[in-house]
């Protein structure tokens, strides 16, 4: 009963913590996940990230119809960036097997917290009408050039995807923060549902208490920021994205020196 319990509260605060960054700014569920199952429950680590992925996919599923609905997603031209995204991010994994490195592990935390901080100084105040004046070919170049650059550094480092997505669409490709996010999550859909199907295949079936538990709470919570994100007015939302991200680099680094 007692392990039941910490299990329960393990995976309500991940899940939280996963849910709010995934609602907020298009982050990946296996930054805030991964570590807290390793740290408080002993997961192996393929193993929890395999159960963040598998979190990651109906939280950004929900995030993204929700920002769908509210007209806040791009769905042609993340299409054209989640093929590349995905492409590359198999090209960079196997460039990172051949290069020894153990330098870059804390790069997702450190971009978290720098993403956050950067929010609340310099808000994104992007317009929708500012995004139609950019050509619809220059739209999907660049689409195709920023999917081959995230890919390829979140294959290389194993981390950062939604964080590179999310500061790629605002500041190199000029979208307004809440089409950013939904265009983020809605790609993140489908590279997590990839990760988590290979990780289970490979690795074997997770502890589904501990899948069930992270997967119900990540969705509720991307779900309750998700739908406050849509509501709130570009000040607001900025501040409120990078007061989340800025909590979230400083618990996940916290979390990453206990053991």
């Avoid at 007209?71 to 093929?83: E, H, R, T, Y």
């Avoid at 901080?117 to 050039?145: C, G, H, L, Y």
């Avoid at 939904?182 to 199907?197: E, H, K, N």
């Amino acid at each position: 009963m007692q392990t039941f319990f910490i299990t329960l509260i393990v995976t309500f605060f991940a899940g939280m913590g996963a849910g709010l960054g995934t609602g907020f700014a298009g982050m990946s569920a296996a930054a805030v996940i991964s570590p807290m199952l390793i740290t408080f429950l002993d997961v192996d680590p393929y193993m929890a990230v395999g159960i963040a992925l598998s979190s990651d996919v109906l939280a950004s599923a929900i995030s993204s119809y929700t920002y769908g609905k509210n007209k806040n997603l791009d769905i042609k031209n993340g299409l054209v960036m989640m093929a590349n995204v995905i492409v590359f991010t198999v090209i960079g994994s196997y460039v990172s097997s051949r290069i020894p490195s153990t330098t870059m592990g804390s790069f997702s935390v450190f971009m978290t917290f720098l993403l956050g901080i950067k929010f609340v100084v310099r808000p994104v105040m992007t317009t929708k009408e500012d995004m139609a004046k950019v050509s619809a070919k220059k739209r999907i170049f660049q689409s195709i050039i920023c999917g081959m650059i995230i890919g390829f550094i979140c294959g290389f480092i194993g981390a950062g995807g939604g964080m590179m997505m999310l500061l790629i669409l605002t500041s190199v490709l000029g979208y307004e923060l809440k089409t950013a996010v939904g265009t983020s999550v809605f790609i993140m859909t489908f590279t997590a549902l990839t990760g988590a199907l290979s990780h289970f295949t490979i690795g074997g079936l997770p502890d589904f208490k501990i899948l069930i538990l992270c997967v119900i709470f990540t969705l509720l919570w991307a779900r309750i920021a998700a739908k406050f994100a849509n509501k709130a007015e570009p000040k607001t939302l900025n501040r409120a994205t990078g007061v989340v991200l800025i909590i979230l680099g400083i618990a996940i680094f916290v979390f990453s020196k206990i053991k």
